[in-house]
């Protein structure tokens, strides 16, 4: 079985300031690991993934994560945030089987 | 490019009462997931179709809880005798067999 954890349940910043949200995951076997974005009453829409290769992703909006095997952790990372990024973030593992499990989300809120 | 589509967005009903969800997936993903998510949560695995078989089960869902996928294309989700309980965001993701999972924004369920 796989476990996610996601270490700060909220976040506040200021914009134009760097961020950076954290996930640590536990596994017995390889994973897959996945950051999603969920903005209010909406689903959740896909900013990056670590299938295999290099540990360090890039995805959409500027965000990018470093997968670190020895830490079994997946952090993400933006240089500059705008108000625009405020929302959920959840990070998420498959290990075996199909299924996503997730964290229980950060929530990101950027000030002006 | 159309998304995953669910309907209805809403629904109140009374405890009780019987409810169904109907998702679109993207129309070449062979694979349809069902998860629920309740408020400060992330989401959790309820069931996943490849084509139209029902792979896998989460111990989530009772035997009040019922999906289908007859044709391998839309699947419904089907809630008999609701409880309070219940009240939650039911989304639905689509994939190939091996990519990443994109979600529908979701249909949120209120009991009264």
């Known amino acids: 079985a796989q476990s996610v954890t996601q270490l700060d349940s909220q976040v506040p910043v200021f914009e134009e300031a760097p961020v950076e949200l954290r996930c640590n995951y536990s596994?017995?076997?390889?994973?897959?690991l996945f950051w999603y974005v969920q903005y209010p009453n909406q689903g959740l829409q896909l900013l990056l993934k670590?299938?295999?290769?290099?540990?360090l992703v890039k995805g959409i909006n500027g965000f990018e994560a470093e997968f670190n095997k020895s830490q079994t952790s997946f952090h993400l990372r933006k240089p500059s945030v705008h108000i625009s990024d405020t929302a959920e973030y959840f990070c998420?593992?498959?290990?075996?089987?199909?299924?996503?499990?997730f964290g229980e989300g950060t929530q990101l809120t950027v000030n002006p | 490019d159309t998304g995953v589509s669910q309907n209805p967005r809403h629904k109140i009903t009374k405890r009780g009462q019987n409810v169904t969800f109907r998702c679109d997936p993207i129309?070449?993903?062979?694979?349809l997931y069902w998860y629920r998510q309740t408020l400060g949560q992330g989401p959790e695995f309820l069931t996943y179709?490849?084509?139209?078989?029902?792979?896998?089960k989460s111990r989530l869902l009772s035997d009040r809880f019922s999906a289908e996928r007859p044709k391998g294309s839309f699947s419904t989700l089907e809630i008999q005798r609701t409880e309070q309980g219940d009240s939650a965001m039911y989304l639905c993701?689509?994939?190939?067999?091996?990519?990443?999972?994109?979600f529908g924004d979701g249909t949120r369920l209120s009991i009264l």
């Open positions: 670590y299938l295999s290769g290099s540990t």
């Open positions: 596994s017995s076997v390889s994973v897959y």
């Open positions: 129309s070449e993903h062979n694979r």
């Open positions: 998420a593992v498959i290990g075996s089987g199909s299924r996503l499990t």
């Open positions: 179709f490849q084509n139209e078989a029902q792979l896998e």
């Open positions: 993701a689509s994939s190939l067999a091996y990519g990443p999972q994109h």
